[in-house]
């Protein structure tokens, strides 16, 4: 019984195995099968992208050959006809050095032919020389320096010709000329007018104060008004105290003094004292700072100024003159005058010092009395820093003395223009009638004068004459008269008109006669 159940199981097991492997064998076959056909499609694809390929590659090698062969074609033809121009320009070459040779050759036969022809000249020359001394009876050398001295005179002539003709068209040209530099200079300037005040007010809102400063009969104002020479004016009208004086400086030392005295609980005459004394050292360290600011905005640091004339320039800033800032009228002066002097092609350093100085005098003239040109050259030669040059720029401008160079020239032209402005200046009312009744009294001094009016703030005269005792010949020669009367005598910003009138009447029938000198 155990023998068939074994028997059966082998049997089971070889039958199993043998199927097994019949089913293995057949999975084999169709995978290789399988496997065959992808190999055998990828074989196919890559022979057909080979051809592809190949034939791709054929293409571009046709298409790079058929290049080749046009670019071989061009570069012959090229080729050729570089050969055949250069061939031309050998063949012309050769022209070019046969002519040459034959000009070459032509040049040194007419050479030689010159100098057998020159050489004749000379033998003639050295036979009729000596004949035609004889006959003229005169010598070579004599003749030579004849001929020299003629083209010397008519160099000359010529020469003088030449200047004449210069000299006349500057002068028919130079008024027309100074007139657009003076034109182009005002225009290029456009500063406010420099008038200044000779009175200011100090600020005192309270009474308690006003009294205080005034104290026992005013001991401690009549000190201060002994001292400077200021007047203190207490108007209760307005809430302040009003300082005047003609000198600013003194005038600020006062202002300094009372503000200082304001702020003091007890007020006294030492107290006073030491407070002017205060007042005034400050206002002396003021000038010099003002006087160094304006070395720096002239950039003259080079120069190195002392204190003391640092002081005196920085007292312009508290002169005036007919109410003009005289510092800013020193910088308007030094302004027009350097930018004439750069249209003149002159020195500007001249121009500048000569232009801003020129008024130097009058920081201390009110003081010494004497005229403020003379200060100006006494300051500039004193300190040893200006030049000659420098100085006679800077204090001729008033005709001291004969003016000697065009930047003194022009100093003076700068300081009429900036004193000529319009508003420029200011003067009391004495003076503007002193000045009028003046213009009319000397043309009420000639004979024949009938009536004066001077008219425009006294810039135009007009005068009225007797029609019977003055022709109108004479009428020309008067008004020359009376204007250089007025120009020698009278002081006058800008310019006066003179007008001489002669009227005539008849039969109601009126005639004028205008004749106009401008003084």
């Given at each position: 019984m155990f023998f068939y159940t074994i028997l059966i199981f082998l049997l089971v097991f070889i039958t199993t195995s043998l199927t097994s492997y019949f089913l293995i064998g057949i999975k084999s076959r169709f995978e290789f099968k399988k496997a065959k056909i992808e190999v055998d499609k990828i074989i196919e694809k890559a022979k057909t992208e080979g051809n592809e390929y190949k034939t791709r590659v054929k293409e571009q090698v046709e298409k790079f050959n058929n290049l080749f062969i046009k670019y071989e074609k061009h570069f012959t033809?090229?080729?050729?006809?570089?050969?055949?121009?250069?061939?031309?320009?050998?063949?012309?070459?050769?022209k070019k050095e046969e002519e040459n040779k034959k000009?070459?050759?032509?040049?040194?036969?007419?050479?030689?032919?010159?100098?057998?022809?020159?050489?004749?000249?000379?033998?003639?020359?050295?036979?009729?020389?000596?004949?035609?001394?004889?006959v003229s009876s005169f010598q070579i050398d004599k003749a030579k320096d004849q001929i020299i001295q003629n083209l010397?005179?008519?160099?000359?002539?010529?020469?003088?010709?030449?200047?004449?003709?210069?000299?006349?068209?500057?002068?028919?040209?130079?008024?027309?000329?100074?007139?657009?530099?003076?034109?182009?200079?005002?225009h290029r300037f456009s500063a406010p007018t420099s008038v200044e005040k000779k009175s200011l007010i100090i600020?005192?809102?309270?009474?308690?104060?006003?009294?205080?400063?005034?104290?026992?009969n005013l001991e401690v104002l009549t000190f201060l008004e002994d001292h400077l020479g200021v007047d203190i004016v207490f108007d209760d009208s307005k809430p302040g105290i009003t300082v005047s004086h003609y000198e600013l400086v003194k005038k600020h030392i006062a202002r300094e003094t009372i503000l200082k005295l304001i702020k003091d609980k007890n007020i006294s005459i030492e107290l006073a004292q030491k407070r002017l004394d205060e007042?005034?050292?400050?206002?002396?360290?003021m000038l010099i700072d003002i006087g160094k600011k304006i070395v720096n905005k002239l950039e003259l640091q080079y120069r190195n100024f002392p204190?003391?004339?640092?002081?005196?320039?920085?007292?312009?800033?508290?002169?005036?003159?007919?109410?003009?800032?005289?510092?800013?009228?020193?910088?308007?002066?030094?302004?027009?005058?350097?930018?004439?002097?750069?249209?003149?092609?002159?020195?500007?350093?001249?121009?500048?010092?000569?232009?801003?100085?020129?008024?130097?005098?009058?920081?201390?003239?009110?003081?010494?009395?004497?005229?403020?040109?003379?200060?100006t050259k006494e300051i500039m030669e004193r300190f040893n820093i200006f030049s000659w040059e420098e100085i006679h720029a800077a204090w001729t401008h008033h005709d001291a003395i004969p003016i000697e160079t065009a930047e003194a020239?022009?100093?003076?032209?700068?300081?009429?223009?900036?004193?000529?402005?319009?508003?420029?200046?200011?003067?009391?009312?004495?003076?503007?009638?002193?000045r009028i009744m003046a213009i009319e009294g000397i043309a009420n001094s000639y004979e024949g004068v009938n009536k004066t009016y001077a008219i425009s703030g006294g810039r135009e005269l007009r005068v009225l004459v007797d029609p019977k005792r003055l022709?109108?010949?004479?009428?020309?020669?008067?008004?020359?008269?009376?204007?250089?009367?007025?120009?020698?005598?009278?002081?006058?910003?800008?310019?006066?008109?003179?007008?001489?009138?002669?009227?005539?009447?008849?039969?109601?029938?009126?005639?004028?006669?205008?004749?106009?000198?401008?003084?």
């Amino acid at each position: 019984m155990f023998f068939y159940t074994i028997l059966i199981f082998l049997l089971v097991f070889i039958t199993t195995s043998l199927t097994s492997y019949f089913l293995i064998g057949i999975k084999s076959r169709f995978e290789f099968k399988k496997a065959k056909i992808e190999v055998d499609k990828i074989i196919e694809k890559a022979k057909t992208e080979g051809n592809e390929y190949k034939t791709r590659v054929k293409e571009q090698v046709e298409k790079f050959n058929n290049l080749f062969i046009k670019y071989e074609k061009h570069f012959t033809n090229q080729q050729d006809k570089t050969e055949k121009s250069i061939k031309l320009l050998e063949e012309k070459l050769v022209k070019k050095e046969e002519e040459n040779k034959k000009i070459e050759t032509e040049v040194n036969n007419l050479n030689k032919e010159l100098e057998v022809f020159y050489t004749n000249i000379e033998k003639e020359k050295e036979k009729k020389i000596p004949l035609l001394s004889k006959v003229s009876s005169f010598q070579i050398d004599k003749a030579k320096d004849q001929i020299i001295q003629n083209l010397q005179d008519d160099l000359n002539l010529a020469k003088e010709l030449r200047i004449t003709k210069y000299i006349n068209s500057i002068t028919e040209d130079s008024p027309t000329i100074a007139k657009n530099m003076l034109i182009e200079a005002i225009h290029r300037f456009s500063a406010p007018t420099s008038v200044e005040k000779k009175s200011l007010i100090i600020p005192i809102n309270r009474n308690e104060t006003k009294a205080k400063l005034m104290g026992n009969n005013l001991e401690v104002l009549t000190f201060l008004e002994d001292h400077l020479g200021v007047d203190i004016v207490f108007d209760d009208s307005k809430p302040g105290i009003t300082v005047s004086h003609y000198e600013l400086v003194k005038k600020h030392i006062a202002r300094e003094t009372i503000l200082k005295l304001i702020k003091d609980k007890n007020i006294s005459i030492e107290l006073a004292q030491k407070r002017l004394d205060e007042a005034t050292k400050e206002t002396k360290a003021m000038l010099i700072d003002i006087g160094k600011k304006i070395v720096n905005k002239l950039e003259l640091q080079y120069r190195n100024f002392p204190d003391d004339f640092k002081e005196i320039l920085g007292r312009l800033k508290y002169r005036t003159s007919y109410g003009q800032n005289i510092l800013k009228h020193c910088f308007e002066v030094g302004f027009f005058t350097l930018l004439l002097g750069n249209e003149l092609g002159l020195n500007e350093e001249i121009c500048k010092i000569g232009g801003f100085f020129h008024d130097l005098g009058k920081a201390i003239d009110q003081e010494d009395g004497r005229p403020h040109d003379i200060l100006t050259k006494e300051i500039m030669e004193r300190f040893n820093i200006f030049s000659w040059e420098e100085i006679h720029a800077a204090w001729t401008h008033h005709d001291a003395i004969p003016i000697e160079t065009a930047e003194a020239l022009l100093v003076k032209a700068g300081d009429a223009i900036s004193a000529g402005r319009p508003g420029a200046r200011q003067e009391t009312i004495e003076k503007y009638l002193a000045r009028i009744m003046a213009i009319e009294g000397i043309a009420n001094s000639y004979e024949g004068v009938n009536k004066t009016y001077a008219i425009s703030g006294g810039r135009e005269l007009r005068v009225l004459v007797d029609p019977k005792r003055l022709d109108d010949q004479n009428l020309p020669e008067l008004a020359e008269e009376i204007a250089k009367e007025i120009e020698d005598n009278v002081a006058y910003p800008g310019q006066i008109r003179v007008n001489v009138i002669r009227r005539i009447q008849h039969n109601h029938t009126i005639k004028e006669k205008n004749k106009k000198k401008v003084a």
